[in-house]
């Protein structure tokens, strides 16, 4: 039992030397990263993790066009950005940056708009009550005690509308709950 439990507490050590190399980021620099890193290549998000001072990543990613993707919404949208707190008016590029990119996504015909599409989102709630967005071939998604979706109707490029789906015990048995926002 020893030996397991030091072997454990050395792989640990191991592991956050400095393998991690967000870790080394300001708290600024992991939210903007964070948020921006849906829009990265692999070959950018190394890129801009092998720059060694604050200064160089900001300049890489001035330099790339990524910087003004998320500095060009107010302080308070940035907040709910990192949060995840995705409301009606958004643009797209606010939600990827939220949520990710969608699980799926739609052409909706019938609306009131040029360009209507759905967006579809799965989430997972741990026990403690803690919300991470689904993704493919989740190594959590037996543990979760709650799966649910939302599905955002983008008028135009624009939220218009968000309805939530519960689904108990599993994807396929989804039903719809009354939480819908927006038209």
Known sequence: MHRAVSALIIA???????????????????DHF?????????????????????????????????????YKYDERKREDILKGDVKVGWDESAVNMAWGRPHGKNLVAGRLAE?????????????YGDVTVWTPKSKTEHKAALLYQVQLVL???????????DCVPNWNYCEKIKWTKGQ
Do not use: H, I, P
């Open 12 to 30: 640990g050590l191991f592991l956050s030397a400095g393998c991690d190399k967000t870790k080394r980021l300001s708290y600024v620099e992991r």
């Open 34 to 70: 964070q948020a921006l890193k849906v829009f990265m290549t692999d070959d950018q998000r190394k890129a801009f993790l092998k720059n060694k001072t604050e200064e160089e990543r900001n300049a890489y990613l001035r330099k790339v066009g990524l910087w003004e993707a998320f």
């Open 115 to 127: 360009q209507s599409y759905e967006l579809k989102y799965r989430f997972e709630v741990d026990r």
């Open 155 to 165: 008028d135009d490029g624009r939220v218009a509308k968000m309805v939530r789906t």
